[in-house]
């Protein structure tokens, strides 16, 4: 199977609160992307990331950072001091191959409540 | 540059009523995609292209129908609206199939009553 699993539904935390969204994922494909999209109350879909299966680097941009790692198919996703404007849905989605090209597969998403 | 347009914002139809839902990108791109997000839930596919005249199903296609005659243009066809088609609809296109990210519309809402 080709998917991808957000076990947490929703999570809420106090501002500055750290919080990290967990994902895991499932693949047939050596060569796969992964990405991370979030959706605030407006309804948008906003892209944050994208990692290669190839690059195992983690990344922070910000107050944003992501841990990919291959040996537990993983890529979580972690907001330091988190902010009310974090409040959103994040998904994460994996690029899959099939007959006619590629594409996206998505998590069911977890929400995220930021208080003030 | 408008990226991907979608139109209308909302709708309402009526059940076993016909629409269309229109999308537009002006960046180019060969793939391009139909999604639907239930209330609470992910995205899921329903249809997307590689290019013009080339099209496939994907998780939810019953109920749709879709063309691309045009690089640009990738309409949605919903034929005898249902209830359970009551969602969120997002176009979205891409460069590539590669590791591209997707660039969404604002969505359409759609209810049927």
């Known amino acids: 199977a080709q998917k991808v699993t957000q076990a947490q539904t929703e999570i809420s935390v106090v501002e500055k609160e750290d919080v990290t969204l967990d994902c895991v994922y499932e693949?047939?494909?050596?060569?796969?992307?992964l990405f991370w999209y979030k959706q605030p109350p407006s309804g948008e879909l906003v892209f944050l990331i994208r990692r290669n299966s190839f690059d195992e680097q983690n990344e922070i941009s910000g107050r944003y950072s992501w841990n990919f790692q291959k040996s537990t198919s993983s890529f979580n996703f972690t907001i330091t001091a988190s902010q009310v404007v974090d409040s959103a849905v994040y998904f994460c989605a994996l690029r899959v191959s099939s007959e006619y090209g590629n594409k996206l597969v998505f998590g069911a998403g977890t929400i995220l409540r930021v208080k003030s | 540059n408008a990226g991907v347009t979608q139109t209308p914002k909302f709708r309402i139809l009526k059940i076993g009523q016909s629409m269309t839902l229109q999308c537009t990108q002006d960046?180019?791109?060969?793939?391009m995609y139909w999604y639907r997000q239930d209330p609470g839930m992910g995205l899921k596919l329903i249809y997307y292209?590689?290019?013009?005249?080339?099209?496939d199903k994907g998780e939810v296609p019953n109920g749709y129908n879709v063309s691309r005659s045009t690089t640009e243009d990738f309409p949605l066809r919903l034929e005898l609206a249902a209830p359970s088609q009551t969602s969120v609809y997002f176009c979205?296109?891409?460069?590539?199939?590669?590791?591209?990210?997707?660039?969404f519309g604002p969505g359409t809402r759609l209810t049927v009553t």
């Open positions: 960046m180019n791109h060969n793939y």
């Open positions: 693949t047939r494909d050596t060569t796969y992307y």
């Open positions: 979205a296109s891409s460069p590539s199939g590669g590791g591209y990210e997707q660039y």
């Open positions: 292209s590689v290019g013009a005249g080339i099209t």
